[in-house]
């Protein structure tokens, strides 16, 4: 595998079910985002993860959970989602520099397509 | 205000014509990067260029150059001799150290190219 991989790639959920969001990156970096777009609207950073540890949490509701247990595997728990939900969720990764890294892009995964329902 | 943005919500071009995609962004940091990104209907955001803000010349990759304005604060996308698969998604962002390296995105532009 190469690159940022999505698992899976099409998601249909209840709202009262529990689901999990995975993302892997193989390229040695050691940050790790996920963002939400729904139709029509900009990239909503979602939550940062820097060296594992959690710098970003863009007021998300609760319902939306992150986990990322090392710096190449990021997770996004699911429960109780509401049809508003529904969206693309796509994973990031960059490698970030100790002293600022705004000259780093980020490579991103091919996304989950959810639909609650 | 927003930090970046990207006031073509669609865009045709013919197929091997060339097409200027626009971007227009907000910061006071005198450092920041400037970048694109193409999403084809599949989903996946795919990295085309990357401009710096002290950088002296115009970035190009392949067929995408990026026409860089700094005094007017805008990064433009140029692709040249369209082609079919060139149909997608365009997005600009900029991340600036004062915000924390965040990456800021536009809200896109769809690009079609006509056969």
């Known amino acids: 595998e190469t690159g940022v991989t999505q698992t899976p790639r099409h998601l249909v959920m209840g709202m009262t079910n529990k689901k999990s969001l995975k993302c892997e990156q193989h390229?040695?970096?050691?940050?790790m985002y996920w963002y939400k777009q729904s139709a029509k609207k900009p990239l909503e950073l979602m939550f940062v993860y820097n060296f594992k540890e959690q710098t970003e949490n863009n007021s998300v509701p609760s319902r939306f959970s992150p986990e990322c247990p090392n710096s190449s595997h990021l997770f996004l728990h699911l429960h109780t989602l509401q049809p508003e939900d529904s969206a693309l969720y796509l994973c990031?990764?960059?490698?970030?520099?100790?002293?600022?890294?705004?000259?780093?892009?980020?490579?991103f995964g091919p996304g989950t397509r959810l639909l609650v329902l | 205000a927003q930090k970046i943005t990207q006031t073509q919500p669609g865009m045709f071009v013919q197929e091997k014509e060339a097409v200027t995609l626009d971007c227009t962004y907000d910061t006071s940091d005198p450092s920041y990067g400037l970048f694109w990104y193409k999403q084809p209907s599949s989903g996946e955001m795919i990295f085309l260029i990357y401009?710096?803000?002290?950088?002296?010349q115009n970035a190009t990759e392949g067929r995408y150059s990026l026409n860089f304005q700094k005094a007017r604060k805008s990064a433009n996308l140029v692709i040249s001799a369209s082609q079919l698969g060139d149909s997608a998604m365009y997005f600009c962002?900029?991340?600036?150290?004062?915000?924390?390296?965040?990456?800021?995105f536009g809200t896109g532009t769809s690009l079609t190219v006509i056969p």
């Open positions: 990031a990764s960059s490698q970030e520099l100790a002293g600022g890294a705004y000259q780093e892009t980020q490579y």
């Open positions: 390229l040695g970096h050691n940050a």
């Open positions: 401009q710096g803000s002290y950088d002296q």
């Open positions: 962002a900029m991340r600036e150290p004062t915000t924390g390296n965040q990456f800021y």
